[in-house]
Every structure is written in structure tokens, then in C-alpha cells.
């Protein structure tokens, strides 16, 4: 299985930039994922490393070290709409389930 | 646009009935997919995984008599909450990818039993 580590909760102003780190322990690795997630909604896929290094999508973007066991996602230029929780998952490559943490809170003020 | 369609969004039943909620893979053939569960103000819970043309796979703690999971086709499975109780009132949720794909999540089913 995979333990999967990110922060509860960050706050940040608006314009700002926000980093917000995930580690993970797995047994077999098939790709780290990140995605958003509003109050009442269905999770939204916002990126996905397999490889080492940096993804960009524009305002986000993602990173991953295999090696060390690391990701994080960098949200740039940041909208009140932002606040939302943002998962980091981990698919395991035997089945292809997706391990979650437990999310983090960001929340954008003006 | 959306790869992945759950349906309904919304259900509000009485204790006792049967509920069949359906995800459709749009653009992809989805040999597997997968059901979640998520309770306010926690993180998503694996309940499932579905194979198209054989059993599904539960996680541990999930009855399989309670949740019927069927994979008729490459595009859909079906979750049926039987009997639904009022503890089974969740959000749930699926989730497809095709090969070598990200994993995408339907809209998901809001469960509210009376």
C-alpha cells in the first residue's frame, strides 16, 4: 500500500503563489496525480507525473522526485476560486487503484 | 468536456429501496473502473474495483451483497445500493481511465435515505 502525507490546510492572498507538498511511501508506483476538489463536488484531474520533473499546465503546475519520494503542486497566480482541497493520490501499478491523502485545504483570501 | 458520466446526481429515497447509480466511460473503453465513497469532510474511500466481464474486486469492511457492482460493457458499470438505510446516506463516486490514461472521476451521486 502507499502512506500518502499533505497538509491540512494553507491560506494564501490572492495573486499569490501556493506549494503544497505530498510524500509517499508506495510498494509499486504508477504515476502520482493531483486534483481539486470544491465543497459538495466530484473531484477534477488537474495533473499527472510518471516521470521524474516538472509538468506545467498553466497556472499549475507539478513535481515530482521518484527517488525521493515527493510531489508537489505549485499553484500560481491565485483566484478566489482556487479555494478548494486539493488530493494527492498515488496509483499503484499492480491494480491501478489510487491511494489518496487526505487532502489540503487552501483557502485564498483577498 | 466530461470523459466520465454518472447518473443520477441526486437521490432522495425511502429506507428499504434499491438504488442504481451508473457511470459511463465517453470518449475511452474503460476495461476497469472504480467506486467510491466519501462522507463530509473526509477523503474519498475506495469501495470497489469493477472489471468489465468478471466480479468486482470490494475492499475490505465494503459488503459485496449490500453494494452490487456490474460491468456489462467496456463504457459502463453499475453501483446498486440494496436496501438502502439511512447510514448509507454518502456521496459516491466513480472513476475510469483507459490505458495509460489519468484516472477520471464522474460528478458523482449524492445518496440522502429517509
Known amino acids: 500500500g502507499q502512506n500518502i502525507d499533505q497538509p491540512t490546510e494553507m491560506t494564501a492572498t490572492e495573486g499569490a503563489i501556493v506549494q503544497i507538498n505530498c510524500t509517499y511511501q508506495?510498494?509499486?508506483?504508477?504515476?502520482l496525480f493531483w486534483y481539486q476538489q470544491h465543497a459538495g463536488e466530484a473531484p477534477t484531474f488537474l495533473s499527472y507525473?510518471?516521470?521524474?520533473g516538472l509538468e506545467e499546465k498553466g497556472r499549475f503546475s507539478s513535481f515530482l522526485s521518484r527517488s525521493k519520494g515527493y510531489s508537489y503542486l505549485l499553484l500560481k497566480e491565485l483566484q478566489m476560486k482556487d479555494s478548494a482541497s486539493y488530493l494527492c493520490?498515488?496509483?499503484?501499478?499492480?491494480?491501478?487503484?489510487?491511494?489518496f491523502g487526505a487532502g489540503t485545504t487552501v483557502t485564498v483570501r483577498a | 468536456g466530461a470523459v466520465v458520466s454518472q447518473h443520477p446526481s441526486w437521490v432522495i429515497c425511502k429506507s428499504g429501496t434499491s438504488v442504481k447509480i451508473e457511470c459511463r466511460s465517453l470518449?475511452?473503453?474503460?476495461?476497469?473502473m472504480f467506486w467510491y465513497r466519501q462522507f463530509p469532510k473526509q477523503s474519498l474511500m475506495l469501495m470497489a474495483t469493477?472489471?468489465?466481464?468478471?466480479?468486482?474486486?470490494?475492499e475490505q469492511g465494503v459488503e459485496k451483497d449490500k453494494f452490487l457492482i456490474n460491468h456489462a460493457s467496456l463504457t459502463l458499470s453499475t453501483l446498486t445500493v440494496t436496501s438502502a438505510h439511512p447510514e448509507d446516506s454518502s456521496f459516491y463516486i466513480c472513476?475510469?481511465?483507459?490505458?495509460?490514461?489519468?484516472?477520471?472521476f464522474g460528478d458523482g451521486t449524492r445518496l440522502s435515505i429517509l
Open positions: 507525473n510518471v516521470l521524474d
Open positions: 508506495t510498494s509499486g508506483f504508477n504515476g
Open positions: 472513476s475510469a481511465n483507459g490505458q495509460n490514461q489519468p484516472q477520471h
Open positions: 493520490a498515488v496509483r499503484d501499478i499492480n491494480d491501478y487503484k489510487l491511494s
Open positions: 470518449d475511452f473503453q474503460a476495461t476497469t
Open positions: 469493477s472489471n468489465e466481464g468478471s466480479k468486482a474486486t470490494y
